[in-house]
């Protein structure tokens, strides 16, 4: 079964003569361990594409299925819920609260969910620990460096063991060393947890990381790569 099922989807933004068409009748499917990478100008729709994949937004047409599950079918409440417990997100801008320790940020999501605070702390501290900074557990995100909080948002999206992580231009404001560091994290995450990543990118440089690429242009996918492996597996 795919994990992500996008059907004939569309998505318009204002409207009359403001109305512009971010993505027109697109169709993505995504299988369970693929580490797919979104990527193209400015404009083309990256961040739209993500938005509908992570249930942030509702398509105007179309089908958007995750995990089998059709979004249509779900209320707020209950996509909610089905958000928290299937997907993670990274963020350009890390979203990390900033009065809270690395360790405090990454035992959120279990607190969301209702895992008790002894548990949760020590999987927080093992997901640290899997991500490099289990010195860093109880410094504050402003006494860190943009890569160790990338790390950290890294760290908070996979804790809950989502089946399927989101980051919509993960390394934006990463220098281009660190940028190649925190995809080859999430690569490895990929490849050791096997949870499917989706992610964007406008640098070229860190195309070579992905199992399969999705070049989005005016709102179309107008390429669809994957690796040699990836196409035999
Ligand atoms: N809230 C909005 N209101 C109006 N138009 C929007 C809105 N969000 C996006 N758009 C338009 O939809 C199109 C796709 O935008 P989107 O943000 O998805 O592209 P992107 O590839 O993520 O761009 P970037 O790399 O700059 O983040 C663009 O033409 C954009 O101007």
């Known amino acids: ?4 099922e996008l059907t004939h989807v569309e998505k318009a933004y204002g ?12 169709s993505l499917h995504v299988q369970p361990g693929e580490f797919a990478c979104v990527w193209g100008a400015s404009g083309s729709g990256k961040s739209t594409l993500l938005n509908l994949v992570g249930l942030l937004d509702r398509a105007d047409l179309g089908t ?14 209950a996509a909610a819920q089905f958000r928290n417990a299937t997907i993670g997100f990274v963020f350009q801008g890390f979203n990390l609260v900033p009065v809270l320790s690395a360790l405090e940020n990454v035992m ?3 607190q969301i969910a209702g ?6 702390k020590a999987r927080a501290l093992r997901m640290l620990a899997d991500v490099g900074l289990e010195q860093q557990a109880r410094k504050l995100p402003d006494e860190m460096s943009g890569g160790q909080r990338q790390r950290v948002a890294i760290a908070r999206a996979l804790v809950n063991d989502p089946k399927l992580v989101l980051a919509d231009e993960p390394t934006a404001n990463l220098d281009s060393v660190t940028s190649e560091s925190v995809i080859g994290l999430m690569r490895r995450l990929n490849e050791e947890k096997g949870v499917t990543f989706v992610f964007s990118t406008h640098d070229a440089r860190l195309l070579g990381y992905a199992s399969r ?10 390429t669809d790569t994957r690796n040699a492996s990836e196409r035999a597996a």
């Open 64 to 77: 958007v299925r995750i995990d089998g599950t059709d979004y249509a079918t779900l209320g707020e409440t």
């Open 15 to 26: 409207k009359d003569q403001g109305r512009v068409v971010a993505l027109h009748k697109l």
């Open 115 to 120: 895992v008790p605070a002894a548990e949760g």
């Open 108 to 110: 959120l999501p279990l």
């Open 213 to 222: 690429r999705l070049e989005l242009s005016d709102g179309r996918i107008v």
């Open 1 to 4: 079964m795919n994990i992500v």
